[in-house]
DNA sequence: CGTAAGCTTGAGATTAGTCAACCCGAGTGG
DNA sequence: CCACTCGGGTTGACTAATCTCAAGCTTACG
């Protein structure tokens, strides 16, 4: 409503939760089917953005979470330098916009990677929105400490990682994501620019470049442009030194 | 209560929110007196931890969050090659075991670095607790909302960030900190292990001993061991370059 | 007092960053 | 329709920061 402005035109807002092709992956999945009606009326449904519109920027008032409906954002942060370090990718699912809710600024910036729908939550009527459904609730903890734990997961990432592995995670997490939607793992279409992997992942785009044609050259990947195909999945896990369990099955903010 | 075991003697249970010297930091703030006694009765106040004592471990079932009353604690997430990355410190005020509330399950393990006092908040409870506390919510989604974006703060120190601006970066945070809580910002002693710092910046002891070496020999910090103080903020500031208004308020997860 | 853990220091190896040139494809305008 | 430009991506040569290995020191504590 507030950033109507950047936005491009609503869809049909009739489209209600329980009609929802997102309902497995949303917050809704907590939800009794009689009570979805009840929570369209809280949402600013359908929310169209295109390639390169901000959903909103650093330091502005919060006025929103978002669920991504389909298409792909990162979010990223400016710093006093004119640095940009992306902090994170969301696809259709997530939530976007939580760290905000400390000082009620957006703490980063969010942008559209490609044609993207989103459903905006006004964080005015969040309280009302809990008290009608507090299963609601339980499922937004849900996702909060899932982001937190993903969080701590990029630490050791960014921490301790080679930049092959670094790499190797994030196409892997990729995968597993994509998968987990029901598309292919091992076939996929990278929505963001490599160098804004790079930056997620705390390299230039040189080093990235150079990791990314190594990975190709020795087979496990190929790929053209943004196309990627994982050959060896094996050889994948091999080169992100990664079987912990926990880590496996939710790493980075992409997960 | 399930880690009994594990944890000391319970101190006297009788103290309530409305007598704890905490108040002012505690998700407590947001509650009005008369529903102190209230919430007192959901808590395990007052559990005793002695140093080195866990309060969880990695992979256990999350039975409850806690804020820290007094004392500090660190929390590390050990990785299948027998790596242990610390991946925050906390603080009186400090909620800690977030990460655990996406999975149910603990995420990292804590562990107290000195004589540390928590409170309980056992998470069956946590649904009763809204219900007839509901601006406990507000408070407990800003805490969750600023662990976020200083998790977000994290990731550009760690990714974009030389030794010296890391180092420089902590203290400062440590600094602001303790100057918060009406201690000194000029001179305190640390809690935690050089290494343990070490691991949080994501650098190896040996490249952490250099930088503070240098910070104490150009004179912008003097210490001894773990007291540390602070001769030239300007200069510290300067080194770790960052003078952007979101970085200096609240900057890494001790802050 | 002796041991162990934590911390420091040095020398050398290694990874990733920097600087710079070049390529390629998409979109623009002549 | 083609040349131009620009952003994004690649590649090479060199540099610098951090890591590694190794030894020695200091402090804490049993």
Redesign the pocket.
């Known amino acids: 409503m507030t950033s109507r402005h950047i936005l491009g035109p609503l869809l049909d807002r009739q489209i209600s939760c329980s009609e929802c092709s997102l309902k497995k992956f949303c917050l809704v999945r907590a939800i009794e089917k009689a009570d979805m009606e009840k929570l369209t009326h809280f949402l600013n449904p359908n929310q169209l953005l295109r390639r390169r519109d901000h959903l909103f920027r650093q330091g502005t008032r919060l006025e929103n979470l978002y669920v991504v409906k389909s298409g792909s954002l990162k979010s990223y942060a400016s710093t006093e330098d004119g640095l940009e370090q992306v902090v994170g990718f969301y696809f259709s699912g997530d939530i976007i916009g939580l760290d905000g809710l400390g000082t009620r600024l957006h703490h980063t910036s969010a942008i559209a990677l490609e044609t993207t729908v989103v459903c905006a939550i006004p964080v005015t009527r969040m309280e009302d929105l809990w008290r009608s459904l507090p299963r609601l609730h339980q499922e937004m903890y849900r996702a909060v400490g899932n982001e937190i734990a993903r969080d701590e997961d990029m630490f050791i990432l960014l921490a ?7 790499l190797a995670t994030f196409l892997l997490s990729l995968s597993h994501r994509f998968h987990e939607h029901g598309f292919s793992g091992k076939e996929f279409t990278l929505s963001m ?4 992997i ?1 930056s997620f992942l ?12 190594a990975l190709k050259n020795e087979g496990v990947i190929a ?1 053209t ?2 196309r990627i195909h994982i050959n060896d999945l094996e050889e994948l896990r091999e080169a992100a030194k990664l079987c912990a369990p926990c880590h496996l099955k939710q790493t980075l903010k992409v997960a």
Do not use: M
């Open positions: 301790q990682r080679s930049a092959e592995e670094r620019a490599h160098q804004d790079a705390g390299l230039t785009p040189q080093t990235f470049s150079r990791v990314f044609t790929a442009q943004r």
